[in-house]
């Protein structure tokens, strides 16, 4: 079974509103998740590292104010993609390693489809 | 020089042969390699991870790793239509950066019954 939820699965969204996605570690705790994107065709791409309980760690050419990260507890990260605009429109995935060495495999949410009107 | 190469295919193999998906990496402090499956429209699932030198074998997948040459890649046996999706070569950043992986651009594997 999934080992990490996220939701929703796809959302449509007119521009200039904000859209949260929520990312849950199932049956085990996640104090660091992984936001990537992934444009069609293309590979997927590491827009921030998420730590609990304190800021998160943004990638180069992310920016942090449009793209909100909260990892308020051990099991549940949030992105918030703040006036989106339909160049947001991607799919956006989480992910968390299962273990707590530093060299655990991540596991992936089903992922969210983002579409910008 | 992209940090994580491979070829992007799309490869195209017969039911019953090997397919050889090949992964190079730039960063000499790379210490984990991992294989991700990744159908269409979906989010990528773990097949295979390797840390040493050599060959790993788990079913009919085998991930070889070579660091000399910074080279890592994924043979599957006996290869299947529903094997067909893309494949991802996913490496932990230099000196862990707290897990945080990079991934290549995926090579695309067909298997035609």
């Known amino acids: 079974g999934a080992v990490v939820s996220q939701h929703p699965s796809w959302v449509i969204c007119k521009s200039g509103t904000s859209v949260k996605i929520e990312c849950r570690s199932l049956d085990f705790q996640a104090t660091t998740m992984f936001w990537y994107r992934q444009f069609p065709k293309q590979s997927l791409m590491l827009m921030a590292t998420s730590n609990e309980g304190s800021k998160a760690t943004y990638e180069q050419g992310v920016e942090k104010d449009k793209f909100l990260i909260n990892h308020a507890s051990l099991t549940l990260s949030t992105l918030t993609v703040t006036s989106a605009h339909p160049e947001d429109s991607s799919f956006y995935i989480c992910s968390a390693p299962l273990g707590r060495q530093i060299n655990s495999p991540l596991h992936f949410g089903n992922g969210t489809r983002l579409t910008v009107t | ?113």
Request: aromatic share 12%; net charge neutral; glycine share 8%.
């Open chain 2, 1 to 113: 020089q992209k940090e994580v190469e491979q070829n992007s295919g799309p490869l195209s193999v017969p039911e019953g042969a090997i397919a050889s998906l090949n992964c190079t990496y730039s960063d000499r402090g790379s210490q984990s390699f991992f294989w991700y499956r990744q159908y269409s429209g979906k989010s990528p699932e773990l097949i295979m991870f390797i840390y040493s030198n050599g060959d790993k074998e788990d079913g009919r997948f085998t991930a070889q790793l070579n660091k000399a040459s910074q080279y890592v890649s994924l043979l599957i046996r006996d290869s299947q239509p529903s094997d067909s999706a893309t494949y991802l070569c996913a490496v932990t950043a230099i000196y862990n950066q707290g897990g945080k992986l990079i991934f290549g651009q995926g090579t695309e594997l067909s298997v035609k019954p």
